[in-house]
């Protein structure tokens, strides 16, 4: 740092610490759900089409169907948008 910054460093450095930390922590939330989806993928073959599933529809509802077609899915991208994949 540079003598001008010199005096504000130590007060910066706390704030910037908990912003860092705070995106650390929206990151792992991140890999998490990526993990899970990535896991999930994992049973979308030939051999499950037609087997019973549960299909959410909120974080604590879901509804009984039937997996019909494992050649796609849709991908929530973020702000109300899918991709059909």
Request: aromatic fraction near 6%.
């Amino acid at each position: 740092l540079g003598p001008p910054q010199t005096p504000r460093a130590p007060q910066n450095s706390p704030q910037e610490v908990e912003f860092l930390s705070s995106s650390l922590a929206q990151l792992k939330v991140v890999q998490t759900k990526f993990v899970e989806a990535k896991e999930c993928l994992n049973v979308l073959h030939k051999g499950n089409e037609g087997k019973d599933l549960l299909v959410p529809l909120t974080s604590s509802m879901y509804v009984p169907g039937k997996l019909q077609d494992t050649r796609t899915v849709l991908v929530d991208v973020g702000t109300g948008y899918y991709v059909e994949k």
